[in-house]
């Protein structure tokens, strides 16, 4: 793999993975469309530590708070101690599609039509989320129901063009909360699914006994997607305090309508 080739998929992963557009989806639809080719175990892990990392560092207070919260448990700090149990909570179900539909999701999901169709429908869902939704609850707000029901919301992620940021965010809005906390909330409990993805996925690679993830390009993809993904938490979180998620709406919406007049025209009638 080229440098140019490993920070593509680095900003890629960092832009996709937490913004509501899905980013199995581009990276199937890349390699399907364009022919560029996924880089291997070893590099998807790096890039998921690469997100895990951007986590870690935006939301460092967050982590701060509910580590003491466990350790020296008290009044003062309950709300931190109830949000780290209800982000343990929310991954379950998303632990359990992984582990049981993982060779579905690698196979028979991963079709460009299937990924057009949820592309849309997960659009459409965002949209009226966002639009009929009453968007005034904030973390603190957060309930054990929110948490399980944002979780299931989590566990369709396993399907190629949901987005699991898109999933967790609808799921969140038609609970009432505000734009701003359900993206909070859905980034602060992607740490835990991308923490277990990458040890899952972790082992394999000692299973297989590959050792190149120190080469130039390897790296630069790595500091890449830590990048992009710190700056697209950071400035969408920002977005969303003034504006409206439509924008992802329309873009799932026309890569939807792209992605199935390709189709038409490659496997359709002539």
Not at 92 to 107: C, I, N, R, S, W
Request: one cysteine or more; charged letters at 15%.
């Amino acid at each position: 793999m080229d440098i140019a080739h490993a920070i593509l998929l680095g900003i890629i992963q960092g832009l996709a993975e937490f913004l509501p557009i899905s980013s199995s989806a581009h990276l199937v639809l890349l390699e399907h469309y364009l022919g560029v080719q996924e880089a291997g175990l070893t590099f998807d892990i790096l890039l998921h530590v690469g997100t895990l990392v951007a986590l870690i560092a935006y939301f460092w207070q967050d982590w701060q708070g509910m580590a003491a919260a466990l350790w020296r448990p008290g009044r003062h700090n309950r709300f931190e101690r109830r949000l780290f149990w209800y982000l343990v909570i929310a991954t379950l179900p998303g632990a359990a599609a992984g582990y049981f539909l993982e060779k579905q999701a690698e196979t028979i999901f991963r079709t460009p039509t299937r990924i057009a169709v949820l592309l849309a429908v997960l659009g459409i869902l965002l949209y009226l989320a966002d639009r009929v939704a009453r968007h005034q609850r904030r973390l603190p707000g957060i309930t054990l129901k929110d948490a399980v029901l944002v979780g299931c919301a989590q566990a369709l992620a396993i399907m190629p063009g949901v987005s699991r940021s898109g999933s967790t965010m609808t799921m969140g809005l038609f609970l009432g909360l505000t734009r701003e906390t359900a993206a909070r909330f859905s980034f602060l409990m992607s740490a835990p699914i991308i923490f277990g993805a990458g040890v899952h996925q972790g082992l394999k690679l000692l299973k297989s006994g590959a050792n190149n993830f120190l080469t130039l390009p390897y790296v630069l993809g790595f500091l890449a997607a830590i990048v992009s993904s710190y700056l697209t938490i950071r400035y969408l979180l920002r977005f969303l305090q003034r504006h409206t998620f439509i924008i992802f709406v329309l873009y799932r919406l026309l890569l939807a309508f792209v992605v199935l007049g390709l189709e038409y025209y490659q496997v359709g009638p002539k």
